[in-house]
């Protein structure tokens, strides 16, 4: 049993890339009938996530729905010897969140996505108890390619409270921008949101000497400059002390057209699951006749 409550976060909601395609990003295949984000909702389950939440806006998150479904099975329980092993089995719900409209245009980098996604866990869970609140979080991103099965022979590492956990690739992680996953707490959450929105530009130019409101406002272009921070701007005050690293054995980002044709034509495979953990579960509806 996981040692603390760990949410899953996957940041889909304003990612930006060269496909230029009619369907949603998420969807491309990484291996024969297992795309992207499937991969990370695997790697989720993998990492010992006791929940995930989806992060992506509402014209992508029905087909991401019908992709994924509503709940998965945690791997580490799916087949454990026993005599009812099907009973012993663990379910992880999924969760969808659209980012927020106050922040859109505004706030709403690719990397944004991942503090509102974190924000409405912590905000929905405390809503039901304090007892189910979040106390890590781990970040997977569906563009990030590289073995999810490593994972498991660090779950220990990643679910312990109080160390960070970052999977790195040439020594670098997401702090350099590269597409790796990691966990962050909800203390590093709230000095990140402090930074970002310290850093970002707004609307009005500062108050001219003696005026005691601004009155002037900044160019378009210059507006709401945390539209376009990268990883490395929003989440640089993740605490990284006496936190657990680990280099992967292979990574590649496919989150563009050159990068994701490079992995395809790498030697790079990633080992697809079996059907009963990547296949979208759905709840079962139950019946209701008006009038009985």
């Given at each position: 049993?996981?040692?603390?409550?760990?949410?899953?976060?996957?940041?889909?909601?304003?990612?930006?890339?060269?496909?230029?395609l009619?369907?949603?990003?998420?969807?491309?295949?990484?291996?024969?009938?297992?795309?992207?984000?499937?991969?990370?909702?695997?790697?989720?389950?993998?990492?010992?996530?006791n929940?995930?939440?989806?992060?992506?806006?509402?014209?992508?998150?029905?087909?991401?729905r019908?992709?994924?479904?509503?709940?998965?099975?945690?791997?580490?329980?799916?087949?454990?010897p026993?005599?009812?092993?099907?009973?012993?089995?663990?379910?992880?719900?999924?969760?969808?969140?659209?980012?927020?409209?106050?922040?859109?245009?505004?706030?709403?980098?690719?990397?944004?996505?991942?503090?509102?996604?974190?924000?409405?866990?912590?905000?929905?869970?405390?809503?039901?108890?304090?007892?189910?609140?979040?106390?890590?979080?781990?970040?997977?991103?569906?563009f990030?390619?590289?073995d999810?099965?490593?994972?498991?022979?660090h779950?220990?590492?990643?679910?312990?409270?109080?160390?960070?956990?970052?999977?790195?690739?040439?020594?670098?992680?997401v702090?350099?921008?590269?597409l790796?996953?990691?966990t962050?707490?909800?203390?590093?959450?709230?000095?990140?949101?402090?930074?970002?929105?310290?850093?970002?530009?707004?609307?009005?130019?500062?108050?001219?000497?003696?005026?005691?409101?601004?009155?002037?406002?900044?160019?378009?272009?210059?507006r709401?400059?945390?539209?376009?921070?990268?990883?490395?701007?929003?989440?640089?005050?993740?605490n990284?002390?006496?936190s657990y690293?680990?280099?992967?054995?292979?990574?590649?980002?496919?989150?563009?057209?050159?990068?994701?044709r490079?992995?395809?034509?790498?030697?790079?495979?990633?080992?697809?699951?079996?059907?009963?953990?990547?296949?979208?579960h759905?709840?079962?509806?139950?019946?209701?006749?008006?009038?009985?």
């Open positions: 049993m996981s040692r603390i409550h760990l949410a899953g976060i996957v940041p889909i909601a304003n990612f930006k890339s060269d496909f230029n009619a369907t949603p990003e998420v969807l491309l295949p990484i291996n024969n009938g297992f795309s992207a984000i499937q991969k990370s909702i695997f790697e989720c389950a993998m990492a010992g996530c929940t995930i939440w989806i992060v992506a806006n509402d014209d992508v998150a029905p087909v991401v019908a992709t994924v479904g509503e709940w998965t099975y945690d791997p580490v329980y799916y087949r454990r026993s005599r009812h092993s099907s009973e012993e089995r663990k379910e992880i719900p999924i969760y969808y969140v659209p980012i927020h409209p106050k922040d859109r245009d505004r706030r709403d980098s690719y990397a944004w996505s991942i503090l509102f996604g974190i924000h409405t866990a912590w905000r929905v869970s405390y809503a039901l108890s304090r007892w189910v609140v979040p106390e890590k979080y781990y970040v997977s991103f569906p990030g390619v590289y999810i099965n490593q994972l498991r022979h779950r220990k590492e990643i679910n312990k409270k109080g160390h960070n956990f970052f999977l790195t690739h040439a020594g670098k992680s702090k350099d921008n590269t790796a996953g990691f962050m707490t909800g203390e590093d959450f709230k000095a990140c949101r402090r930074s970002v929105n310290q850093k970002t530009t707004k609307e009005y130019l500062p108050p001219s000497p003696g005026d005691q409101y601004p009155s002037a406002k900044l160019p378009l272009s210059d709401w400059s945390a539209r376009h921070f990268e990883l490395k701007d929003v989440l640089e005050k993740i990284e002390k006496e690293k680990v280099e992967l054995h292979w990574f590649n980002d496919i989150s563009s057209w050159s990068g994701y490079n992995y395809l034509a790498s030697n790079n495979i990633i080992e697809v699951p079996e059907e009963g953990l990547t296949k979208a759905i709840h079962v509806k139950l019946p209701y006749v008006e009038g009985e």
